[in-house]
C-alpha cells in the first residue's frame, strides 16, 4: 500500500504553492524575451540585479538548512523555481549554485558547510565540476589531487562547468590516492587562464572548460562523505533541477507554436486548423503535460537524507520524459513556424537550442532510462 | 449517511475477506476483459452469477436505497468495493449499461413504478441493459439520431436502426434515444428518452463479429415495433438532456452508479510476468537492452497517466491549461494501451502468431485478445482522432479543422 501510494505521490505545500505563483510572477516579469535575448552574446549571461533580486526573495535558500541562514523548505521546493526560470528562460547561477550546495548539504563537513553555505544564501556562487569528457556515464575521475603536506596539488581539467567564470567555489570531484573524492576549491587556486569558456549550443547558457593543474588546496577542504552516495545523490538532484527547467521551457515553447499557429493563414485559413499541425502539438501539450507530472512527483518523494529508490526513480523518470518532451516540443515548433522558423529571428531556435543542451545535461533519456531498468525489471 | 475513515477501513477488510473466499477462480474459459465483450452464453452465465453472488453479499449499489436492493449506505462504502474488486481482480460485474447508466437515471427521474419495476433487476444482474444511442451513419454525433417514434394511441411506433448495441442479443431492455419530432426547430428538442423493452415483435438484434472473431455488440433493428408509452422518461422532446445527464454517471458510485468493475485493468506489470519466462536469440527475453528499453519507455508512460490524475486535483500545478489532464485522460489512456499490448504481442515471439483457441497459446490468448480489443476504447467514445481535435481546440484554443 505504502510503495503505491509513493509511486504516485504529488503534493504541494502551501509554502510551494506560493513560492509557485511568485516565482512565476518575477521570471515573467524580470526575463521577457527581448531581456533574453539581450544577454545571448554578453559574457556573464545574466543581470546581476536580478540575480540580486533572487538572491533576495531567499530562492538559494530554499535548499539549505536554517543554521545556515536558508529557510530549510527542502530541495523539492527548488523544482518550482527551476521551472519558472525555464519557462520565462532566465538564465541565473540558480542552478550552479543551488546544486554545488546540495554537494555540502550532503557531504560536506560542519566547518565546510559553515564556511560556504550561509555566502551561497546571499548570492555568492558556486558550481560544480564533474565531467571530463562526453560521457555521462563514466564514473572514473581523471582529474588528479596529489597530497603534499597538509595540501592537495591538482592535475587536469573539467568540462562543461557552468558559470565557472563568475563562480567563487568549485565543488569538484578528484582522485585522491586512486579513491573518487569531492573538493572544494575556491576560485582564488586557480591558475590566470585556467577558464576557458565554451562555445555552447544554447547561448543563454554558461559553461567553461576549467583546468585545475597547479591549483593546491589544503586536504581539509576534502568532503567527508561518501562519494559514491553523494555523488548518485548530487547527479539525481541536477537531473531533477535541469528536468523542471526543461518542463518550463517546453510549456513556453508549446506557447510560442500555439500562438503562431492561431495567427498565421496559408490558403485562407489559419494553419492551426490543419489536423496535420493540430495532432502533433496535442502530442506536444501530452508530453509536456507529463513531464510535469514527474517533476512534481519526484519534487513530493525527494527527501534531505540520502535518496531512497523511490526519489531515483522519480528522478529519473523525470528527466527521461522532460528531456524527450522539450526535444519535441522545440523540433516542432520549428517545423511549424515554417520557413519563420529557419530564421534566428524567430524565438524557437532558442527552445530547439536549449533542448539539445538540456539533453545532454546529467545524462540525457536513455542513459537514465538505462538505469532505470534494472530498478523496474528486475 | 456519511462515512468514517475507521467505518470504511472495516468495511474494507471485510470486503477483502469475502473476496478472499469468493472471487472465483479461473474458470477454464476466457472471461470478458470488458463488458463489451460478452461474446458467448457460457460467458454471460459465468457473470451473471458471479455478479448475483456479489450483490446479495451486499457489495453492489450499497448506496442506492434499501426498498430497491440497495444498503442504503454513503457512496464512499462502494467506492471501497470498487477499490477492492479491482484488487483482488474479479470478473467483471458485466451488466455495466444497467448498473452505471440506467439505474442511477431511474434513481434520478424515474417514478415509484420505474424504480420498483427495474431497479433490483439491474443489481441482480436478472435483467440485463442495452443502450441503444449510435446509429449506422452517424457514430457517436447523438444529435442526428434518426430512429423515430411515433405516438399512436397507448404506444409508440419504433423504425429505424441501432448499432454498436453492447449484449443487445441478451438484453431485457434498453435505453433508447429516438426522433419524436423530426420537425423541431433545433434537432437535439426533437429526441425523447425510453427505456424500452426488447422483447417486442419489431426488435431484431443480430450479433456483430468483431474482429476478434467473437462477439459482444449487436445491430439493432426496429420495425414498426411497438413499445408502451409509459416508457418515455423524461418527456417528449427532452431527449437530449436526458441523455446527458447518463453520461455523468460514468464516473463511479460517488457520481450516483451503482459500483462494480466494468474492465479488468491490464498493466503493464502483468504484461512484463506474462513475458518473463520467454526466450530471445536463446537467452531470457527480459535480458535484452533493447527490450529493457522498450519496456521502461511504456513504464514511464503508464506512470504519467496515474500520476496525471494526481496532479489533477492540485488546481496551481494546472493553471496552464486547466482542462487539459481531464481531456485528455481518455486519449492517452487508451493510446497508452493501445501500444503496451500491442509491444506484448510483438514479445511473444513465434507465439503471438497462436490465437484463442489453440492448446499452446499463452494464458489463453489474453494478449492476442487485449489487443485487437483495445480498438474499442481508441475508436469508440470519440476516435483517438477526434479527441485530439477536441484537445486541441478546447484546451489549446486552436481552430476548428
Same mark, same amino acid.
Given at each position: 500500500m505504502t510503495a503505491d501510494t509513493d509511486r504516485m505521490l504529488i503534493s504541494l505545500s502551501e509554502e510551494q504553492a506560493m513560492l509557485l505563483d511568485s516565482a512565476r510572477e518575477f521570471c515573467r516579469n524580470r526575463s521577457d524575451i527581448t531581456s533574453v535575448r539581450a544577454l545571448l552574446d554578453s559574457d556573464a549571461g545574466f543581470y546581476r540585479e536580478v540575480w540580486q533580486e533572487l538572491v533576495s526573495l531567499g530562492w538559494m535558500g530554499v535548499a539549505i538548512g536554517e543554521a545556515h541562514g536558508g529557510s530549510g523548505l527542502g530541495i523539492g521546493s527548488a523544482v518550482p523555481i527551476?521551472?519558472?526560470?525555464?519557462?520565462?528562460?532566465?538564465?541565473?547561477?540558480?542552478?550552479?549554485?543551488?546544486?554545488?550546495?546540495?554537494?555540502?548539504?550532503?557531504?560536506?563537513?560542519?566547518?565546510?558547510?559553515?564556511?560556504?553555505?550561509?555566502?551561497?544564501?546571499?548570492?555568492?556562487?558556486?558550481?560544480?565540476?564533474?565531467?571530463?569528457?562526453?560521457?555521462?556515464g563514466d564514473e572514473s575521475v581523471a582529474l588528479t589531487a596529489t597530497v603534499v603536506g597538509d595540501e592537495l596539488q591538482l592535475t587536469g581539467a573539467k568540462i562543461h562547468v557552468a558559470d565557472a567564470a563568475v563562480a567563487d567555489w568549485f565543488v569538484a570531484?578528484?582522485?585522491?590516492?586512486?579513491?573518487?573524492?569531492?573538493?572544494?576549491?575556491?576560485?582564488?587556486?586557480?591558475?590566470?587562464?585556467?577558464?576557458?569558456?565554451?562555445?555552447?549550443?544554447?547561448?543563454?547558457?554558461?559553461?567553461?572548460?576549467?583546468?585545475?593543474?597547479?591549483?593546491?588546496?589544503?586536504?581539509?577542504?576534502?568532503?567527508?562523505?561518501?562519494?559514491?552516495?553523494?555523488?548518485?545523490?548530487?547527479?539525481?538532484?541536477?537531473?531533477?533541477?535541469?528536468?523542471?527547467?526543461?518542463t518550463g521551457s517546453a510549456f513556453a515553447c508549446l506557447d510560442t507554436t500555439v500562438e503562431y499557429l492561431t495567427t498565421r493563414k496559408q490558403f485562407g485559413r489559419l494553419i492551426g486548423s490543419y489536423q496535420a499541425l493540430k495532432h502533433p502539438t496535442v502530442e506536444v501539450l501530452c508530453a509536456v503535460e507529463d513531464a510535469r507530472s514527474f517533476i512534481y512527483h519526484a519534487a513530493s518523494v525527494i527527501g534531505e537524507g540520502p535518496l531512497e529508490q523511490e526519489a531515483e526513480i522519480a528522478c529519473r523518470m523525470a528527466k527521461a520524459q522532460a528531456s524527450e518532451?522539450?526535444?519535441?516540443?522545440?523540433?516542432?515548433?520549428?517545423?511549424?513556424?515554417?520557413?519563420?522558423?529557419?530564421?534566428?529571428?524567430?524565438?524557437?531556435?532558442?527552445?530547439?537550442?536549449?533542448?539539445?543542451w538540456l539533453q545532454q545535461a546529467f545524462g540525457d533519456a536513455y542513459h537514465h532510462r538505462k538505469r532505470l531498468a534494472p530498478l523496474l525489471l528486475d | 449517511m456519511g462515512a468514517s475513515q475507521t467505518e470504511l477501513a472495516s468495511f474494507r477488510k471485510e470486503v477483502s475477506a469475502w473476496l478472499d473466499e469468493n472471487n472465483p477462480g479461473d474458470p477454464g474459459f476466457l472471461l470478458p476483459q470488458t463488458f463489451m465483450e460478452v461474446g458467448s452464453e457460457q460467458q454471460l452465465d459465468f457473470l451473471r452469477e458471479w455478479q448475483y453472488r456479489l450483490w446479495s453479499a451486499?457489495?453492489?449499489?450499497?448506496?442506492?436505497?434499501?426498498?430497491?436492493?440497495?444498503?442504503?449506505?454513503?457512496?464512499?462504502?462502494?467506492?471501497?468495493?470498487?477499490?477492492?474488486?479491482?484488487?483482488?481482480?474479479?470478473?467483471?460485474?458485466?451488466?455495466?449499461?444497467?448498473? @452505471?447508466?440506467? #439505474?442511477?437515471?431511474?434513481?434520478?427521474?424515474? *417514478?415509484?413504478?420505474?424504480? $420498483?419495476?427495474?431497479?433490483? +433487476?439491474?443489481?441482480?444482474?436478472?435483467?440485463?441493459?442495452?443502450q441503444g444511442f449510435s446509429e449506422p451513419d452517424y457514430g457517436s454525433d447523438l444529435g442526428s439520431v434518426q430512429t423515430r417514434a411515433v405516438r399512436d394511441g397507448d404506444d409508440y411506433v419504433v423504425n429505424g436502426t441501432k448499432i454498436w448495441t453492447t449484449m443487445g442479443n441478451y438484453a431485457r431492455y434498453m435505453i433508447l434515444l429516438a426522433r419524436t419530432n423530426p420537425d423541431a426547430e433545433r434537432r437535439y428538442d426533437g429526441l425523447s428518452f425510453f427505456?424500452?423493452?426488447?422483447?417486442?415483435?419489431?426488435?431484431?438484434?443480430?450479433?456483430?463479429?468483431?474482429?476478434? @472473431?467473437?462477439? #459482444?455488440?449487436?445491430?439493432?433493428?426496429?420495425? *414498426?415495433?411497438?413499445?408502451? $408509452?409509459?416508457?418515455?422518461? +423524461?418527456?417528449?422532446?427532452?431527449?437530449?438532456r436526458v441523455a446527458m445527464q447518463t453520461l455523468q454517471y460514468e464516473r463511479g458510485a460517488a457520481a450516483g452508479a451503482a459500483g462494480g468493475l466494468a474492465w479488468v485493468q491490464v498493466n503493464i506489470a502483468d504484461m512484463i510476468e506474462a513475458v518473463r519466462p520467454l526466450q530471445r536469440d536463446g537467452q531470457p527475453l527480459l535480458e535484452d537492452p533493447v527490450v529493457r528499453d522498450r519496456l521502461v519507455q511504456l513504464m514511464i508512460q503508464e506512470r504519467a497517466i496515474g500520476l496525471a490524475e494526481r496532479r489533477g486535483a492540485i488546481q496551481p500545478l494546472n493553471s496552464d491549461y486547466p482542462m487539459s489532464l481531464p481531456l485528455s485522460h481518455k486519449l492517452r489512456l487508451s493510446e497508452y494501451q493501445r501500444r503496451m499490448r500491442q509491444y506484448a504481442m510483438e514479445l511473444l515471439g513465434a507465439q503471438?502468431?497462436?490465437?484463442?483457441?489453440?492448446?499452446?497459446v499463452v494464458a489463453g490468448g489474453f494478449w492476442q485478445r487485449a489487443y485487437f480489443n483495445n480498438f474499442a476504447t481508441t475508436i469508440g467514445g470519440g476516435t483517438s482522432q477526434i479527441q485530439a481535435n477536441i484537445i486541441g481546440e478546447q484546451v489549446l484554443g486552436l481552430p476548428k479543422s
Open positions: 527551476a521551472e519558472c526560470m525555464g519557462r520565462a528562460l532566465l538564465s541565473t547561477p540558480f542552478f550552479s549554485a543551488t546544486i554545488a550546495a546540495q554537494a555540502l548539504v550532503r557531504g560536506g563537513s560542519e566547518q565546510q558547510q559553515d564556511r560556504v553555505l550561509p555566502g551561497i544564501v546571499e548570492g555568492k556562487i558556486a558550481t560544480v565540476a564533474l565531467l571530463e569528457s562526453e560521457d555521462w570531484s578528484v582522485s585522491v590516492e586512486g579513491a573518487a573524492r569531492l573538493l572544494l576549491i575556491h576560485a582564488d587556486a586557480l591558475a590566470p587562464a585556467a577558464i576557458s569558456a565554451q562555445v555552447l549550443i544554447d547561448e543563454t547558457k554558461r559553461s567553461a572548460r576549467v583546468d585545475f593543474t597547479g591549483a593546491r588546496v589544503p586536504v581539509a577542504n576534502l568532503l567527508p562523505g561518501d562519494f559514491d552516495l553523494v555523488i548518485r545523490d548530487l547527479r539525481l538532484i541536477a537531473a531533477l533541477l535541469h528536468a523542471a527547467e526543461a518532451a522539450l526535444k519535441f516540443a522545440g523540433d516542432r515548433a520549428i517545423q511549424f513556424h515554417g520557413a519563420m522558423g529557419f530564421t534566428y529571428e524567430c524565438d524557437a531556435q532558442l527552445y530547439i537550442r536549449r533542448a539539445q | 451486499g457489495y453492489l449499489g450499497v448506496h442506492w436505497p434499501q426498498e430497491y436492493g440497495g444498503r442504503g449506505m454513503d457512496p464512499a462504502f462502494q467506492t471501497v468495493v470498487d477499490r477492492e474488486l479491482r484488487r483482488h481482480r474479479t470478473p467483471i460485474t458485466f451488466n455495466v449499461i444497467g448498473l @452505471g447508466w440506467a #439505474g442511477p437515471l431511474i434513481l434520478d427521474i424515474g *417514478d415509484e413504478e420505474d424504480k $420498483a419495476r427495474y431497479i433490483k +433487476g439491474i443489481l441482480s444482474g436478472e435483467d440485463i441493459w442495452c427505456l424500452s423493452p426488447m422483447q417486442v415483435e419489431g426488435i431484431e438484434a443480430r450479433p456483430i463479429r468483431k474482429m476478434t @472473431g467473437e462477439y #459482444g455488440f449487436t445491430e439493432t433493428f426496429f420495425t *414498426d415495433a411497438r413499445i408502451p $408509452a409509459s416508457c418515455l422518461i +423524461g418527456g417528449e422532446g427532452r431527449g437530449w503471438g502468431g497462436l490465437y484463442v483457441g489453440d492448446e499452446e
